[in-house]
């Protein structure tokens, strides 16, 4: 036992990790790299090992908010030396198996419920979830942490489909930290839950990173952006984007965009994000994300729809 709760284990975790360690965790049985080690390599294969048992501890804790988090069969393989610039790792044969890293540019939307695609929208939900509830227990936030959870279950009673209990989460967590938390807290709670997460490869277009990694883990089914970004007065710039196959749905006039807005704080490090606005249109949504380190926020986890009441 390493520690009892999400952050202390991931703390933990992240001590043994190494930049330029040649060994990797991952799940035996889809090659992925689940939180919380995913990005993370380990010098030796002892120290590996010790994570994977702190990594099976990380998640068993993480079933206290969701039981349907997947089970992993983790494993330790050795992944080579760094080597800049290079792709995703694969296992080498030296492992305990080999697992096929999978292409960034990977479609995963519209994959069947038995589909690996599937599995790593699942993962993906957890590791947003997992990122925001350490960043509400840290923060000093724990009654609205309660909230979420306490929220989540009951939403979890009416749900036919164990594998969308994910999606509730996170529906219910956006609508309660909309309710619960100033939009000032709410762009705390972003950035400090982004920091979290893995960090980007020094994207030229962050925009257009965050989508992607958004598409490829399932989360929508394809965007299209705007060709630049629209300069508007102090100093404040929006930048406007089309999405498709959102996975999440619009409750009481709003849309939940918890997730798009913590994958763009993961990349828009230098300017924070402002505010949002959701408008319905044919196939989809259109969203404006307004930059600016100055003016007050705006919610920027539930957003009223344009037009709706």
Do not use: K
């Not at 990694?213 to 007065?233: H, K, T």
């Amino acid at each position: 036992m390493v520690g009892t709760t999400l952050v202390e284990i991931r703390e933990h975790v992240e001590a043994l990790a190494a930049a330029d360690g040649e060994f990797l965790v991952r799940c035996g049985r889809t090659g992925d790299r689940p939180v919380p080690v995913s990005g993370l390599r380990f010098e030796g294969r002892a120290t590996a090992r010790n994570a994977a048992r702190a990594a099976r501890q990380y998640r068993t804790a993480l079933r206290r908010y969701d039981p349907r988090v997947p089970y992993c069969d983790l494993i330790v393989c050795q992944a080579g030396p760094v080597v800049p610039g290079s792709g995703p790792e694969a296992c080498s044969p030296s492992g305990s198996r080999r697992a096929t890293a999978r292409a960034p540019s990977e479609p995963v939307a519209s994959h069947g419920r038995d589909d690996p695609g599937r599995g790593r929208l699942v993962e993906f939900c957890h590791t947003v979830a997992a990122a925001v509830l350490e960043t509400l227990s840290e923060d000093g936030f724990r009654a609205v942490e309660t909230a979420v959870m306490d929220a989540y279950f009951e939403l979890a009673e009416t749900v036919g489909a164990p594998d969308d209990l994910c999606l509730c989460l996170l529906e219910s967590m956006a609508s309660e930290l909309h309710e619960r938390l100033s939009p000032a807290d709410q762009a705390e709670v972003l950035t400090d839950a982004a920091v979290r997460l893995e960090s980007p490869s020094g994207d030229d277009n962050p925009l257009d990173a965050s989508l992607a990694a958004l598409e490829q883990q399932g989360f929508i089914e394809g965007y299209r952006c705007s060709p630049c970004s629209i300069d508007l007065d102090g100093g404040a710039g929006a930048v406007v984007v089309q999405i498709s196959g959102y996975v999440l749905a619009a409750r009481d006039g709003r849309l939940p965009v918890l997730p798009l807005t913590l994958e763009l704080c993961r990349h828009y490090t230098e300017q924070p994000l402002q505010s949002v606005q959701v408008t319905a249109v044919d196939g989809g949504w259109q969203l404006t994300f307004v930059l600016s380190d100055t003016g007050d926020h705006n919610s920027l986890v539930s957003v009223p729809i344009d037009g709706e009441v």
